[in-house]
């Protein structure tokens, strides 16, 4: 059976409103960053671009495992017809822990943030700590709509906070605001309002049941957590690093941003069966089915390099040119430079990959172990004495390279010498 057919068998059903809805809220990823890069000024969209890379590397990093808990938490519980309220409210009580230990040190601070990375502008501040507020409600509400099966309302989350973030900022746009808070506020806004009109499947779902106890839920979650933070810092260090490093090359901030999001277009596509994926190597897992375990690693790797390459291309040929057009970026960046951001896009697609073996192989620590890994020789090769541009883009790969080669090693001794468990 190809990966094809393997993943088409491990959807469940409504998953395809996941898709569209993963869809659209990629589409208002570019829509929203052209919109203020054709409207904000360099120095703006740069605080602005400081702003979107730490809400999606530290808010997802935090946020997103919380979710997966609380999937696979209600899953099993509905599997033996159990209620699933205990654990809603658990998961809030822990997501909103997670948020205060954000949120303090970031209020706290709030002037020496805004000054090292905002211009002073403590307003921006105000919104990030805004954007974390709406991931943490938005994350509990989607693991308990995943767990039960409501994939309708779970893709129409997904796309209404999509849609809300095209109008929102497009109206920014067309009204000539220029104020990095109001594109910064849309963060806040489009996610709380889709949560609000999809909030009615939670309750209706969330049903008394027996207790939930704190160590089903955090058993794991360090790990997660840590792992997926560092695959995001990874992920999206560069403009933070190039901010810190020249605070005052607020053209290249902008446009590394723009040049990572056009860079990183086959995470979307990849993104789409990443799911589907860890749910086939759990079967084969399951089933002790070693060789069909390796197929399917060998095959879903195969594909995701063939599409991070088929990106890269696209990314060298097209991205100098759709800066400026596009995004309004500053017209700084060209080939070499994607060329170099692409290559680390698709070597960061393959450790997911990866990754998604080693969970599915009890590697849980090996995964974190190479993250780790990954992240130390990122920041020496950000330390080093290159050109300030050509260093953060090769940390970038370097780190990608280092994760997936860590993996790779540790894949191979567990699934060479033992059977894979699941």
Not at 40 to 69: H, N, R
Not at 138 to 160: D, E, K, P, S, W
Request: glycine share 10%; proline share 3%.
């Amino acid at each position: 059976m190809s990966l094809l057919d393997r993943i088409t068998t491990a959807l469940p059903q409504g998953t395809a409103f996941v898709g569209a809805g993963t869809a659209v809220l990629g589409v208002a990823s570019y829509v929203h960053l052209a919109a203020a890069g054709h409207t904000l000024a360099v120095d703006d969209m740069a605080s602005f671009s400081v702003l979107w890379t730490v809400v999606f590397s530290i808010g997802l990093g935090l946020f997103f495992p919380v979710e997966q808990e609380i999937t696979r938490i209600v899953a099993a519980r509905v599997v033996h017809g159990d209620g699933v309220l205990p654990v809603l409210r658990r998961g809030a009580a822990l997501s909103a822990s997670l948020l205060a230990l954000v949120l303090v040190p970031l209020l706290a601070a709030s002037g020496w943030i805004a000054d090292l990375f905002f211009h002073g502008d403590t307003g921006l501040v105000y919104s990030l700590a805004g954007a974390f507020t709406a991931l943490a409600v938005a994350y509990v509400t989607r693991g308990i709509l995943a767990g039960l099966g409501r994939f309708q309302a779970y893709g129409m989350q997904l796309g209404l906070d999509g849609v809300l973030r095209i109008v929102l900022s497009g109206a920014l746009a067309v009204a000539g605001v220029t104020s990095p808070f109001a594109f910064a506020a849309v963060l806040t806004v489009a996610p709380l309002l889709a949560v609000l009109a999809t909030i009615k499947p939670v309750f209706q779902g969330a049903r008394p049941g027996s207790q939930a106890h704190w160590r089903e839920l955090i058993e794991h979650l360090g790990l997660l957590v840590g792992s997926t933070l560092l695959a995001q810092l990874l992920v999206n260090i560069a403009v933070i690093s190039t901010k810190l490093i020249s605070t005052n090359d607020d053209a290249l901030v902008a446009a590394l941003l723009s040049a990572l999001v056009l860079a990183r277009v086959p995470l979307f596509v990849f993104g789409a069966f990443q799911v589907s994926l860890l749910a086939g190597l759990s079967s084969a897992a399951a089933e002790g089915d070693t060789q069909g375990y390796r197929r399917l690693l060998l095959r879903a790797a195969s594909i995701t390099a063939g599409l991070g390459v088929a990106g890269g291309l696209g990314a060298v040929a097209l991205g100098p040119a759709m800066l400026p057009t596009v995004f309004g970026a500053p017209d700084v960046l060209g080939a070499t430079d994607f060329a170099w951001l692409s290559a680390g896009t698709t070597l960061y697609m393959l450790a997911m990959v990866l990754g998604q073996a080693l969970l599915t192989s009890n590697g849980a620590r090996l995964q974190l172990l190479s993250w780790v890994v990954g992240t130390a020789v990122l920041i020496g090769v950000t330390l080093s004495p290159l050109d300030l541009r050509t260093r953060v883009e090769v940390a970038y790969t370097a780190g990608s390279l280092t994760v997936a080669t860590c993996m790779s090693l540790a894949i191979r001794a567990r699934v060479s010498y033992r059977p894979v468990r699941s």
